[in-house]
């Protein structure tokens, strides 16, 4: 038996990763942030692996440890139960159907969104710093328009869509929670 996997997408600033570290405090589970964990193990800020060695390698590291996650079967020492995670991917890691299909088969999937003027205010001046943001010197709405639609099919395939635009970080991770235990996995147990 495999361990549940609660996996958050969407696209930049959708809270993927504060959403995610609130429900891995609320469930008692591990938290795994891909972008953080492709960082940390790369040495460099993703901004930085896409300037240095563009986007193809970026997305081959993520793939990489997306498949690893995905095939993760870590047993609690003590009680030999498969270890639970609450995963946080990056924005694009769907459109990749390996990403997809690895991810799937471990988890479910919740896919976070936002109104494209929520996400613009909450990107506000870190735009420059997003590397899939400034690609083709478009403006930020155009170019959030642009990535949006290229990724809507992607995340349409998500086991679960949750609209964060007016909601705290609490009230999305209580929402995400709730709608990964509707999704209703019997053999797993959401509590800590």
Known sequence: ?????LILTGFMATGKSVVARACARALGWRLIDCDALIAERAGRPIAEI??????AHF????????????A????????RNPLPAVIATGGGALVDPR???ALSR????????????VIARRIGPAAASRPMLTA????LRERMAELLE?????????AISLDASDLTISQAAAAVVAAFAAHGRKSWAISA
């Not at 896919?111 to 494209?116: D, E, G, Q, S």
Request: aromatic share 6%; with cysteine.
């Open 1 to 5: 038996m495999m361990a549940p996997k």
């Open 50 to 55: 896409f300037e240095q060695f563009g986007e």
């Open 59 to 70: 997305r081959m590291l993520e793939r990489e440890l997306i498949k690893e996650i995905a």
């Open 72 to 79: 993760e079967r870590r047993r609690c020492p003590q009680c």
């Open 99 to 101: 990403n997809f299909a």
């Open 106 to 117: 471990a988890g479910v999937i919740v896919c976070l969104t936002a109104r494209p003027e």
């Open 136 to 139: 083709g010197g478009k403006p």
């Open 150 to 158: 290229t990724r809507r099919e992607a995340y349409a395939r998500a």
